[in-house]
């Protein structure tokens, strides 16, 4: 395709040169001005600039080499590279040769459902649709594109793009069901679903029965070697994976089951409906599907290889084990490796895109590993570091062998040859953040946030090591090197010397201390791997003396040189950091044929900007307090940490009711070895080093809420609330789920099974009802809700006669007091609004938060006016004492304490939400109740905790002093019935 770029006179111009050649003289100043003028974005266009490259224009005087000019005419070989997302699909036009951008890049957004929670869905046609609608739009710019030199001339010259071909990279384990004509049966699982994590607990579980039973006993890796990759066969397997997930439509969606033809995944719908080819990313297998990465690409031709052998590569025991051998009947037959040719762009493609029949379409893979291909990470011994909320590790070894504190390796990924290896840290850009906060809240900059960069030089005037202060960075548990959710994070050598630049420096530091464990942990299996491969030591080479790194963490001039200190590598920076996009770009400039392999394609494409080397005399001393320190800190720490996760703010684990008075008895003793239960503190004997005796005086527990049994509110959400199949058979893509239209209508009610589901929870004994109304369009309308007050109305009036009936709605929306006067009449009992909603979060009130607090009482009033209760709920990283005044005022008899984020799935439960339960309980105890009965007020405020409720959390919030336990899949989901979860709650 060669799409023209003229910098030659306007048309008008030049028709009028051939009568008057002064005239064309005068025009030649216009033409150089439009020459330099930017074109306007428009609303749906957007930009990445990660480096200040991302969506520049091409000056035509500066054109690459290999540009090809004649008459005139220069004619650059473009590349088109796609990066399907979470949130949107981009496209970005690439030079072919040098990885340069033309144009820009142009996005386009879709949109993710939540059905129920922890499930997260996507449309397939939505992707393709945008893929369409992101090419065009990239395409575009070209022609606006006219140059941004100060040099730009009026030669005459003329550029024309040839386009060379295109790659997609997509999210990895979003799961597609397809039907024969490869027309999907159903929404897709996306990739952060996490309806199936019973599947994924149930597969090792089969795995080690398997194991067990066999004669002879073998060990998990024995019986199914395909695991090693899930820790050394230790688990867990993430409910992400394919496996997982389509064993989930098998259990739970029979019909689907039975007619899906195909089960593949995002990256092999778009590249069918692209060129007609159904293949599988040979990347994507290697790392999620546990498949043997290099094995698979042995079956590629249409048949699947050989009769005997088409499952080549695959893991067909493990399967048969699990009642899955369909499945790999159902997985695309055919295999290709990253770049490879899938076929040429189908005549309808080619028009839906604006390109040319036949133009080639180039395989992609999960956007996480094209994007090692972007930063040019593809030899062993290779580490790529993507910096973000948290940190993530890759690292190229020289076999796929699996090592302790590491995930892999995987065979045959992301390239054939290779192997990959992952870690990660939990909590790092996330946790410099909540220091930034924390710190800011003294002093600051006029009650503003203080900047990082003020935080970056007072922190670059303290020496290494902080004085005596080191951190562990562990704040939400730890990853890698060693696997561990209830680590937390410590500061270790306080004293009243230290200012916040000390403790802002020592955060850094430690995130780096965990980078150097991770990277040590990852160099160790690469020279396990090396010594396997070539019967050494693995010592020699396997240092990985160069780590490319990306993010955010890049911002910051004093972390940058921290990472390289600390960890004695050399890090270098990319001048371009956007690596999925230029990563597809290099794969579609190898299949092309621009490049003969993706190494000559790094090659020439991608461009090392500045190397950041470790000072050797700091390295020194960094090196002896990681020694000496930093490592003898997790180890001691690590009993403390797990005592506190059964011992929370003093009431123990188990809920049981204990008398505390001196030390702990030697029952309590036996149960929980050198500690005991004393409120706001925790007895750890030897590990705390002082004596186990307390005085009682001073930290007696205080009286938890009241003595009234704690409540299990079921969330509706997470109910069976979906219509049959024949009630919405005609619908647009056939799914077997409600469409918004039917949610709306109170007609709908009873074609689904929601007068069953909560007729369970009366027969359990559990009427207080929790529902979740969240916005689903934008409609400045009462209606426009996931939940509406037509279905409060409807369960309302069905379950009339049910006087002990309580619904409470948590009005999670924007502008919640739209709703609360169609609620009251629906029949809501209690309105819980979001602190955040009338600007709790401390971004758009006064210091005080006197903004917030003055909407929050008035909308608290309206809600009592209207005969219902009032609650108020805030997000995991919302400061609890952020809503003591609006407690004051005696408005709210309820808090809801969320332990997830509001609005997706798939998240763990934020132990954040012990603390402030904890909090609040005190705060109840020694202020509220006392204002209250001054008041004449009989109710004490409820404590609510809701998400990630499950058995294995519900002792913990229990213990802490919640009233209410909100709890979704771990009731509408549970194998023995609902009434069973509920007793296994309490």
Same mark, same amino acid.
């Given at each position: 395709?060669?799409?023209?770029?003229?910098?030659?006179?306007?048309?008008?111009?030049?028709?009028?040169?051939?009568?008057?050649?002064?005239?064309?003289?005068?025009?030649?100043?216009?033409?150089?001005?439009?020459?330099?003028?930017?074109?306007?974005?428009?609303?749906?266009?957007?930009?990445?600039?990660?480096?200040?490259?991302?969506?520049?224009?091409?000056?035509?005087?500066?054109?690459?080499?290999?540009?090809?000019?004649?008459?005139?005419?220069?004619?650059?070989?473009?590349?088109?590279?796609?990066?399907?997302?979470?949130?949107?699909?981009?496209?970005?036009?690439?030079?072919?040769?040098?990885? %340069?951008?033309?144009?820009?890049?142009?996005?386009?957004?879709?949109?993710?459902?939540?059905?129920?929670?922890?499930?997260?869905?996507?449309?397939?046609?939505?992707?393709?649709?945008?893929?369409?609608?992101?090419?065009?739009?990239?395409?575009?710019?070209?022609?606006?594109?006219?140059?941004?030199?100060?040099?730009?001339?009026?030669?005459?010259?003329?550029?024309?793009?040839?386009?060379?071909? *295109?790659?997609?990279?997509?999210?990895?384990?979003?799961?597609?069901?397809?039907?024969?004509?490869?027309?999907?049966? @159903?929404?897709?699982?996306?990739? !952060?679903?996490?309806?199936?994590?019973?599947?994924?607990?149930?597969? !090792?579980?089969?795995?080690?029965?398997?194991?067990? %039973?066999?004669?002879?006993?073998?060990?998990?890796?024995?019986?199914?070697?395909?695991? @090693?990759?899930?820790?050394?066969?230790?688990?867990?397997?993430?409910?992400?994976?394919? /496996?997982?997930? &389509? !064993?989930?439509?098998?259990?739970?969606?029979?019909?689907?089951?039975?007619?899906?033809?195909?089960?593949?995944?995002?990256?092999?719908?778009?590249?069918?409906?692209?060129?007609?080819?159904?293949?599988?990313?040979?990347?994507?297998?290697?790392?999620?599907?546990?498949?043997?990465?290099? $094995?698979?690409?042995?079956?590629?031709?249409?048949?699947?290889?050989?009769?005997?052998?088409?499952?080549?590569?695959?893991?067909?025991?493990?399967?048969?084990?699990?009642?899955?051998?369909?499945?790999?009947?159902?997985?695309?037959?055919?295999?290709?490796?990253?770049?490879?040719?899938?076929?040429?762009?189908?005549?309808?493609?080619?028009?839906?895109?604006?390109?040319?029949?036949?133009?080639?379409?180039?395989?992609?893979?999960?956007?996480?590993?094209?994007?090692?291909?972007?930063?040019?990470?593809?030899?062993?011994?290779?580490?790529?570091?993507?910096?973000?909320?948290?940190? =993530?590790?890759?690292?190229?070894?020289?076999?796929?062998?699996?090592?302790?504190?590491?995930?892999?390796?995987? @065979?045959?990924?992301?390239?054939?040859? /290779?192997?990959?290896?992952?870690?990660?840290?939990?909590?790092?850009?996330?946790?410099?953040?909540?220091?930034?906060?924390?710190?800011?809240?003294?002093?600051?900059?006029?009650?503003?946030?203080?900047?990082?960069?003020?935080?970056?030089?007072?922190?670059?005037?303290?020496?290494?090591?902080?004085?005596?202060?080191?951190? *562990? $960075?562990?704040?939400?548990?730890?990853?890698?090197?060693?696997?561990?959710?209830?680590?937390?994070?410590?500061?270790?050598?306080?004293?009243?010397?230290?200012?916040?630049?000390?403790?802002?420096?020592?955060?850094?530091?430690?995130?780096?201390?965990?980078?150097?464990?991770?990277?040590?942990?990852?160099?160790?299996?690469?020279?396990?791997?090396?010594?396997?491969?070539?019967? #050494?030591?693995?010592?020699?080479?396997?240092?990985?003396?160069?780590?490319?790194?990306?993010?955010?963490?890049?911002?910051?001039?004093?972390?940058?040189?921290?990472?390289?200190?600390?960890?004695?590598?050399?890090?270098?920076?990319?001048?371009?950091?956007?690596?999925?996009?230029?990563?597809? &770009?290099?794969?579609?400039?190898?299949?092309?044929?621009?490049?003969?392999?993706?190494?000559?394609?790094?090659?020439?494409?991608?461009?090392?900007?500045?190397?950041?080397?470790?000072?050797?005399?700091?390295?020194?001393?960094?090196?002896? /307090?990681?020694?000496?320190?930093? =490592?003898?800190?997790?180890?001691?720490?690590?009993?403390? +940490?797990?005592?506190?996760? $059964?011992?929370?703010?003093?009431?123990?684990?188990?809920? $049981?009711?204990?008398?505390?008075?001196?030390?702990?008895?030697?029952?309590?003793?036996?149960?929980?070895?050198?500690?005991?239960?004393?409120?706001?503190?925790?007895?750890?004997?030897?590990?705390?080093?002082?004596? #186990?005796?307390?005085?009682?005086?001073?930290?007696?527990?205080?009286?938890?809420?009241?003595?009234?049994?704690?409540?299990?509110?079921?969330?509706?959400?997470?109910?069976?609330?979906?219509?049959?199949?024949?009630?919405?058979?005609?619908?647009?893509?056939?799914?077997?789920?409600?469409?918004?239209?039917?949610?709306?209508?109170?007609?709908?009610?009873?074609?689904?099974?929601?007068?069953?589901?909560?007729?369970?929870? *009366?027969?359990?004994?559990?009427?207080?009802?929790?529902?979740?109304?969240?916005?689903?369009? +934008?409609?400045?309308?009462?209606?426009?809700?996931?939940?509406?007050?037509?279905?409060?109305?409807?369960?309302?009036?069905?379950?009339?006669?049910?006087?002990?009936?309580?619904?409470?709605?948590?009005?999670?929306?924007?502008?919640?007091?739209?709703? &609360?006067?169609?609620?009251?009449?629906?029949?809501?009992?209690?309105?819980?609004?979001?602190?955040?909603?009338?600007?709790?979060?401390?971004?758009?009130?006064?210091?005080?938060?006197?903004?917030?607090?003055? &909407?929050?009482?008035?909308?608290?009033?309206?809600?009592?006016?209207?005969? !219902?209760?009032?609650?108020?709920?805030?997000?995991?990283?919302?400061?609890?004492?952020?809503?003591?005044?609006?407690?004051?005022?005696?408005?709210?008899?309820?808090?809801?304490? *969320?332990?997830?984020?509001?609005?997706?799935?798939?998240?763990?439960?934020?132990?954040?939400?012990?603390?402030?339960?904890?909090?609040?309980?005190?705060?109840?105890?020694?202020?509220?109740?006392?204002?209250?009965?001054?008041?004449?007020?009989?109710?004490?405020?409820?404590?609510?905790?809701?998400?990630?409720?499950?058995?294995?959390?519900?002792?913990?919030?229990?213990?802490?002093?919640?009233?209410?336990?909100?709890?979704?899949?771990?009731?509408?989901?549970?194998?023995?019935?609902?009434?069973?979860?509920?007793?296994?709650? /309490?």
């Amino acid at each position: 395709m060669k799409i023209r770029h003229s910098t030659s006179p306007p048309s008008w111009a030049s028709s009028l040169s051939l009568f008057l050649f002064g005239a064309l003289l005068l025009l030649l100043p216009l033409q150089s001005t439009l020459a330099h003028t930017s074109p306007q974005s428009t609303p749906i266009s957007h930009t990445t600039t990660h480096n200040n490259q991302q969506g520049t224009t091409t000056d035509i005087n500066k054109l690459d080499p290999t540009a090809k000019t004649n008459n005139n005419k220069s004619t650059i070989d473009i590349v088109i590279g796609i990066d399907g997302g979470t949130e949107s699909i981009r496209a970005c036009c690439f030079d072919a040769h040098t990885g %340069k951008i033309i144009g820009k890049s142009h996005a386009v957004p879709y949109e993710t459902t939540h059905p129920q929670a922890g499930w997260a869905e996507q449309h397939p046609e939505d992707w393709y649709d945008n893929l369409c609608a992101a090419v065009r739009g990239a395409l575009s710019t070209l022609n606006n594109d006219k140059g941004d030199g100060d040099d730009g001339d009026a030669s005459g010259v003329s550029l024309e793009y040839d386009v060379k071909a *295109l790659c997609c990279d997509t999210t990895c384990c979003s799961v597609v069901a397809l039907s024969s004509t490869y027309t999907p049966l @159903r929404p897709c699982l996306l990739w !952060m679903d996490a309806r199936s994590a019973s599947q994924a607990a149930k597969i !090792m579980t089969i795995a080690h029965s398997h194991a067990e %039973k066999s004669s002879p006993q073998q060990s998990i890796l024995e019986a199914f070697p395909e695991l @090693r990759v899930n820790s050394a066969g230790e688990g867990p397997i993430s409910a992400e994976w394919l /496996l997982p997930k &389509a !064993m989930w439509i098998k259990e739970h969606e029979p019909n689907v089951w039975e007619d899906a033809h195909i089960i593949c995944e995002y990256q092999d719908y778009v590249n069918y409906k692209l060129t007609g080819k159904m293949v599988a990313s040979s990347c994507n297998a290697a790392v999620r599907w546990h498949h043997d990465g290099w $094995e698979v690409l042995q079956n590629n031709n249409e048949n699947g290889g050989d009769d005997s052998d088409e499952h080549r590569g695959r893991p067909m025991k493990l399967y048969k084990a699990l009642g899955m051998e369909d499945l790999a009947e159902k997985l695309p037959r055919r295999t290709l490796a990253m770049g490879d040719v899938v076929g040429g762009l189908t005549e309808e493609a080619a028009c839906d895109l604006g390109l040319p029949v036949g133009t080639k379409v180039v395989q992609g893979g999960p956007d996480a590993f094209v994007g090692m291909i972007g930063l040019g990470t593809i030899h062993p011994h290779q580490i790529c570091l993507i910096t973000g909320s948290s940190h =993530l590790h890759c690292l190229i070894t020289p076999s796929a062998t699996s090592a302790p504190g590491t995930w892999g390796a995987y @065979r045959g990924a992301p390239l054939p040859h /290779l192997n990959l290896a992952e870690g990660g840290q939990s909590s790092t850009g996330s946790l410099v953040r909540w220091v930034r906060d924390l710190v800011s809240k003294d002093g600051g900059d006029g009650g503003e946030k203080v900047s990082y960069g003020v935080l970056d030089e007072e922190a670059s005037g303290v020496a290494p090591g902080c004085d005596g202060l080191v951190a *562990l $960075e562990t704040w939400q548990g730890s990853r890698t090197p060693h696997t561990d959710p209830l680590a937390r994070g410590a500061l270790v050598g306080l004293t009243l010397s230290h200012t916040r630049a000390h403790i802002f420096r020592a955060i850094l530091e430690s995130v780096c201390y965990g980078t150097r464990s991770c990277l040590d942990a990852l160099e160790a299996a690469a020279a396990a791997a090396a010594a396997e491969q070539h019967g #050494t030591d693995g010592g020699a080479g396997s240092k990985s003396n160069e780590v490319v790194i990306a993010g955010g963490a890049t911002r910051s001039d004093l972390w940058l040189q921290l990472h390289a200190d600390i960890t004695g590598r050399t890090f270098l920076l990319n001048e371009n950091t956007d690596g999925p996009l230029l990563g597809c &770009a290099i794969l579609a400039s190898v299949g092309a044929g621009i490049h003969d392999s993706v190494d000559d394609a790094v090659e020439n494409m991608v461009r090392r900007e500045r190397r950041i080397e470790p000072r050797a005399d700091v390295t020194k001393v960094y090196d002896q /307090l990681y020694e000496e320190v930093y =490592l003898k800190v997790r180890p001691g720490v690590k009993g403390v +940490f797990h005592a506190l996760a $059964e011992v929370r703010g003093g009431a123990l684990s188990g809920g $049981e009711e204990r008398e505390v008075k001196g030390s702990c008895s030697k029952q309590e003793k036996s149960r929980l070895p050198n500690r005991c239960g004393k409120w706001g503190m925790t007895c750890l004997g030897s590990l705390r080093g002082g004596s #186990t005796e307390v005085d009682d005086s001073q930290h007696q527990q205080p009286n938890v809420a009241s003595s009234a049994p704690i409540i299990i509110s079921p969330s509706l959400l997470a109910s069976d609330w979906k219509p049959t199949h024949s009630d919405h058979a005609s619908s647009k893509h056939h799914y077997h789920l409600p469409t918004y239209h039917q949610l709306k209508q109170p007609s709908s009610f009873h074609r689904s099974d929601m007068k069953g589901e909560i007729q369970k929870c *009366l027969d359990a004994g559990v009427p207080h009802l929790h529902i979740d109304v969240f916005d689903g369009v +934008f409609l400045d309308s009462p209606n426009a809700l996931t939940f509406g007050p037509q279905m409060i109305d409807s369960i309302r009036k069905r379950f009339i006669d049910v006087a002990e009936l309580t619904l409470d709605i948590h009005l999670c929306v924007h502008r919640p007091e739209r709703y &609360a006067e169609a609620m009251a009449e629906a029949g809501a009992t209690r309105i819980i609004f979001q602190w955040e909603a009338m600007g709790g979060n401390g971004d758009d009130n006064g210091e005080d938060g006197s903004d917030a607090l003055s &909407a929050a009482i008035a909308f608290a009033k309206t809600i009592t006016s209207l005969g !219902m209760k009032c609650g108020v709920s805030i997000n995991p990283e919302t400061s609890v004492t952020s809503i003591y005044p609006l407690l004051d005022t005696g408005l709210v008899d309820l808090v809801d304490v *969320l332990a997830v984020e509001p609005g997706f799935g798939g998240q763990e439960f934020n132990p954040l939400a012990i603390e402030k339960i904890v909090m609040l309980r005190r705060y109840r105890e020694e202020v509220l109740r006392n204002s209250r009965d001054g008041a004449g007020m009989e109710e004490d405020v409820k404590i609510l905790v809701d998400g990630g409720i499950h058995r294995g959390t519900s002792s913990l919030v229990r213990s802490a002093g919640a009233d209410i336990l909100v709890a979704g899949t771990a009731l509408f989901r549970h194998p023995l019935g609902l009434e069973v979860a509920v007793k296994e709650l /309490l």
